[in-house]
């Protein structure tokens, strides 16, 4: 095993659905197929070929011609086809081409990543169905998924709707990792390598324009300072109109309004030494993420608590009973604002046998968004947003070194704190009482809702301490066996306290009072309580690799993983009595016991056939419970007694000749809640005097069955106004089957199976200057990304849409 240095990079940029370019030229990979790291023909034709870190910016096609692929999966630099893991890797330019923009996008690309999100904070990146739990984001519990730029963990769900900027390459690791990595994830990682600075300068420009309005505009400049000292200075702008209206105001909704910038500054004193200075900063203004109603389906509640007749006692109708006519009549504005940045200081020292290196990192995030969280054009709620400020600190010791020719090891120690603020507010309108309230005394004081609130004081405090380590034994020159092994201690407290306002007046101590403020405070109730908490934990894992033949690679692996416990931070259920549970303030940890088997080959020149299979079992799986009693609006998180996750994965590619090239990535994916005796019912059962069921047996929410990315490019050596270069043009497809959208599996909240087909054709230039038409979704497939169920149990649910065919043209160059 190689040892090379891993430095430091922050990535900051936008959310955008539909750019498809980067700025910078040093490109990874200039052909899709060959940009599936794990399963390119490019990994196979050349073993010889130089390290990527070894090419220039000036040598874009070199990947084209068969040299290797160099990933950093296990914290060193080898040969994707040696790693005994699955991982995909995913090259500059088919990022880019593809609109593969935010780690978001992964999922049209790499079958085994979902990604769900209805705003930058409720946002779930899950790797064959496990990471994150569906439904609304909890500040107390930790992602399943680990996201890493260059070392530094991004610990909010919203950096996975940032752009990627100056992006060299992704690798997402499936499975456990925490043996290598400084945080612990339980179903896999992604992993970004970006663009050092260089000591030739050179400047990077793109300009993309379509349809809606659509504008992104990209840059990067790098050069030297002294001998010593390089920079590299980035930025990326995105607009785009809306893919929604809305008739209450007359306004699109869905839109992009993004800015990024980021400064690196590179020194090297010495040959030995490497130090990586970054600054970033990301400012996102949507109206995003509105949803549209979807449809009624009936419910326990009584006749005229239905939706039908709910509507009709306010003359109430939606303005298009069709979602895919992308009409809404949202009475509360629409407001997604982030700002994301950080500073990072890397250093790799080659000392001894080995690297050293040190990763200290800062980073932030704050959040300031306003929902219509009823989803209708009716004076539900009124008004509901959790604006938060996150603030992380980091830092990572890991050394990595040869003992001699046959052992290798990764160590490294890591240090993480977290602290997030939330203050919140919550108000429902004049027809709440219809909505969250049964038929009861109620119904003769209308008003007892109107202008009803809460205000929340949310507060977590989270940090992480870290041993870990990793040897490889070359038993022989067929039969390796690695094992690792992670100490982890993790301490946790945090409180939430939630004040109530408004509404009718019901302080009086009279019998018909206290009854109508039990009713208030049966939909938002004030609570005051902390939770904390301490653990330690061992986690392990075994791999052993065998090489049967030059280009066949088998290995089994079997790990441990640990997801600490949880602090209910968003509020917790009323017991019978109507006091707060505070013996749900926490939530057990998750145990993870996986097993995988694989297969890496190349069985015939110019292609790649991988495949794997996976066996993962989860006790106490961490949930959301979405409560089912009438006027509830929030969930809480629980534990589901078993979970297990099973599969098998594809991936391939075929270089058919020196033009065209082909690739193909298959899941199959059986996720099943093995025991959940304590889970919320369906929305078509809720509302009634049940409130607990059985959902053992039943598929988790947000995974399919099926899932697959196949595609391709065809290149044609040409010129263009004299310039010489090739002509290109390629398609992108993915494909999911049906999958559940609901926490608890229902007969109505599941999506159907969709396809999307990208397209693109144009002209790379030898001098670094391509033009291109490109076009998303082509085939205007009508989808839905998530369905939600209504504001109360009336049965009324709404969805998010996936984007409808965007197409537009791209220009870039560098000089």
Known sequence: MNNARNTTLIRSSNRIHYGISVAAMAVFWSAPAFAQGETAADAVADQSGPRVEDQQPQAATALNQGERVVVTARRVEEDVQDVPIPVSVLGEEFLSDSGASNAGKLAQLVPSVQFYSTNPRNSQVNIRGLGAPFGLTNDGIEQGVGLYVDGVYYARPAAAVMDFIDVERVEVLRGPQGTLYGKNTTAGAINVTTKLPEFTAATDVELSFGNLGYILAKGTTTGPLTDSLAYR??????????????????????????????????????????????????????????????????????????????????????????????????????????????????????????????????????????????????????????????YQWQQELRYAGDINEDLSFVAGAFWFNQVTKTLGRQEQGSAAWRFLLNPNAAAATPGLLDGYGQTTDILSDHTSAALFGQFEWDVTDQLRIIPGLRFNYDEKSGHYIANVYGGLDTSGTDPTSVALRALQRSVLSPQNYESSGEEDNVSYNVTAAYDFADNY??????????????????????????????????????????????????????????????????????????????????????????????????????????????????????????????????????????????????????????????????????????????????????????????????????????????????????NGWDFFAWGRNVLNEEYFEILSQGGSSSGYYSGLLGDPRTYGVTLRGSF
């Open 553 to 766: 690679h088998a290995y089994a692996t079997y790990s441990t993983a640990f997801k600490t416990f949880g602090l209910n931070n968003n509020g917790v259920p009323l017991d019978a009595a109507g006091n707060v549970a505070v013996q749900l303030a926490t939530v057990a940890p998750e145990d993870v016991k996986h097993i995988e088997i694989g297969l890496k080959t190349n069985p015939a020149p110019g292609v790649t056939a991988n495949i794997t299979g996976f066996h993962t079992t989860i006790d106490d799986y961490q949930v959301n419970v979405v409560n089912g009693q009438v006027g509830v609006l929030r969930g809480y998180l629980a534990n589901a007694e078993q979970v297990i996750v099973q599969g098998v994965e594809f991936d391939g590619a075929w270089r058919v000749n020196d033009n065209l090239n082909l690739y193909s990535n298959i899941a199959w994916t059986d996720a099943k809640f093995e025991t959940f005796t304590g889970a919320p019912p369906a929305l078509e059962d809720s509302g009634g005097a049940i409130q607990v069921v059985d959902a053992s047996g039943t598929r988790l929410p947000g995974v399919s069955e099926w899932a697959l990315a196949i595609g391709g490019e065809y290149t044609q050596a040409g010129a263009f106004g004299g310039r010489t270069g090739e002509y290109f043009a390629g398609v992108d497809a993915s494909y999911r089957s049906d999958f559940s959208s609901s926490p608890t599996e229902s007969d109505y909240l599941n999506i159907d199976g969709y396809s999307v087909v990208n397209v693109r054709a144009g002209f790379r230039g030898d």
């Open 233 to 390: 200075l980035s930025f990326s702008s995105t607009q785009r109109d809306g893919t929604l209206y809305n008739v209450n105001g007359e306004d699109d909704l869905n839109d992009l309004n993004n800015i990024g910038a980021r400064l690196q500054l590179l020194w090297e004193p010495i040959d030995t030494l490497q130090v990586r200075l970054t600054a970033d900063n990301t400012v996102q203004r949507p109206e995003g993420y509105a949803q549209v109603f979807a449809g009624v389906v009936p419910t326990q509640r009584a006749a005229n608590r239905q939706f039908a007749a709910q509507a009709a006692a306010f003359n109430y109708a939606p303005p298009s009973t069709n979602p895919f006519d992308r009409v809404t009549d949202l009475d509360t504005p629409h407001r997604s604002y982030s700002d994301f940045g950080g500073i990072a200081l890397s250093a790799d020292w080659d000392i001894g046998p080995g690297t050293l290196t040190s990763i200290s990192a800062w980073r932030y995030w704050l959040w300031d968004p306003s929902n219509d969280r009823d989803f209708l054009g009716l004076p539900i709620t009124t008004q509901s947003a959790n604006p938060s400020k996150q």
